[in-house]
């Protein structure tokens, strides 16, 4: 059984992306020209502030160096963390996603904008605003219902905090 080189280093690196308190979300090698790009993407339950993906990316670089797992030749590493609008693929991603907006596609072909409030095993309970002034509804939707969905950046979105005062 082959395994491709993204594969690979997810298994070298999960581990210790794992150690420092962080979820491997994402890896991707790229061309950009003759050099090559390994980008990472890790998170957690209370975000990855900057000290903490400076900290994974010198410890990522240190095991990459003694390794051959990037094989012969340059190559860049570039950790970050998911951006404001970031897919929501896992059900960890949808319950660090309670009170956001999300956009969903859904297996109907229907699109849906609305307030994340309860995650479970099975799905979602969403409150969709409401049109011309009529309150939001709630809604529900199991995950097999949903094809894609995507958290919306909110400009004018409420902080915890200010909701709780």
Known sequence: MSTTQSERLRELLEPLVA???????????????????????VDSEDGADLDRVADVSRA???????TDAMGEGEYTLEVG?????????EHRHYARALGRLAKFQLADGAEL????????????DLEVPGVKGRRPTTRRL???DVVRARVQVEFNRKDKKEEEA
């Open 142 to 144: 199991g995950f097999p």
């Open 81 to 89: 963390t998911p951006g404001a609008e970031r897919l929501l693929t």
């Open 113 to 124: 904008v609305a307030r994340i409030v309860q995650v479970d095993d099975e799905g979602l």
């Open 60 to 66: 990522l670089s240190a095991k990459l160096d003694e």
């Open 19 to 41: 150690s420092q308190g962080l979820d491997l979300e994402e890896i991707a090698v790229d061309s950009v020209g003759r050099k090559r790009v390994l980008r990472v993407v």
